[in-house]
C-alpha cells in the first residue's frame, strides 16, 4: 500500500518552454501533498505543500508564478515549471502523506534537465 | 527554522556495524524519520521515532533522545546493497519535513 507515482520520470526540455510534473496517490487519498527538489549530491528541500482545492504554500524563496502547483484531487497534484531555464535542472520529487501517521510517501523523482 | 546536521560519508566493512548519528535544532517537532537513497531514486521509509528509545526494525535501529536533540541510525550486518545516501528529516508541528544533506554510506568487501 501507499505508493506513489511520478510522470514523467525524465524529461529534457528546451529553455524557454514549460514542463508539467504529475504526481498520484495509487492506492491512497493524500491529504496533503509535497513538492521537493534536489540538487545533485545535495538534500530534498521543500518547495511547496499543497492540500486538495486550496492554494500551494510555497518556501521561502521558491518562486509561485514560476512553479505552479495544481492540486485537483486527492490522489492527484501537478507541478509545472514554466519558462524553464538550465538552472531549474534537478530532480523534482513528490511525496504525500495521510492526516495520520503522517508519514510521507515519496514518489520515485523526475529528473529534469532544461538544455 | 530547522538546523539538522549528520556526517558527510562513512565507510564500513560487510557484516560490520555503521552507526550514523543526527543532531538537530528545530522549532517544532512531530517526529523524526530516517530514510535511505540510492543514487538517482527518491526516498524510502526506514523508521520512525518520536518517542525517546530505541526502535528496532530487523537490521536497522534507530535511536531518539528529544531532550538532546539526538538520533541515530544504527545498519548492522552490512551487505554491499546497503550502500548508500541515509538522510535524518526531522518533522516540524506542521508535518513539514526538513531533511539533512544525508550520509553517504560505502560498505566495502
Known amino acids: 500500500g501507499a505508493v506513489v507515482s511520478q510522470h514523467p520520470s525524465r524529461v529534457i526540455c528546451k529553455s524557454g518552454t514549460s514542463v508539467k510534473i504529475e504526481c498520484r496517490s495509487l492506492d491512497f487519498q493524500a491529504t496533503t501533498m509535497f513538492w521537493y527538489r534536489q540538487f545533485p549530491k545535495q538534500s530534498l528541500m521543500l518547495m511547496a505543500t499543497s492540500n486538495e482545492g486550496s492554494k500551494a504554500t510555497y518556501e521561502q524563496g521558491v518562486e509561485k508564478d514560476k512553479f505552479l502547483i495544481n492540486h485537483a484531487s486527492l490522489t492527484l497534484s501537478t507541478l509545472t515549471v514554466t519558462s524553464a531555464h538550465p538552472e531549474d535542472s534537478s530532480f523534482y520529487i513528490c511525496?504525500?502523506?495521510?492526516?495520520?501517521?503522517?508519514?510521507?510517501?515519496f514518489g520515485p523523482g523526475t529528473r529534469l534537465t532544461v538544455t | 527554522g530547522q538546523n539538522i546536521d549528520q556526517p558527510t560519508e562513512m565507510t564500513a566493512t560487510e557484516g560490520a556495524i555503521v552507526q550514523i548519528n543526527c543532531t538537530y535544532q528545530t522549532s517544532g517537532f512531530n517526529g523524526l524519520f530516517w530514510y535511505q537513497q540510492h543514487a538517482g531514486e527518491a526516498p524510502t521509509f526506514l523508521s520512525y521515532?518520536?518517542?525517546?528509545g530505541l526502535e528496532e526494525k530487523g537490521r536497522f535501529s534507530s535511536f531518539l533522545s528529544r531532550s538532546k536533540g539526538y538520533s541515530y541510525l544504527l545498519l548492522k550486518e552490512l551487505q554491499m546493497k546497503d550502500s548508500a545516501s541515509y538522510l535524518c528529516?526531522?518533522?516540524?508541528?506542521?508535518?513539514?519535513?526538513?531533511f539533512g544533506a544525508g550520509t553517504t554510506v560505502t560498505v566495502r568487501a
Open positions: 528529516a526531522v518533522s516540524d508541528n506542521d508535518y513539514k519535513l526538513s
Open positions: 511525496s504525500a502523506s495521510l492526516k495520520e501517521p503522517y508519514e510521507q510517501y
Open positions: 521515532n518520536v518517542l525517546d
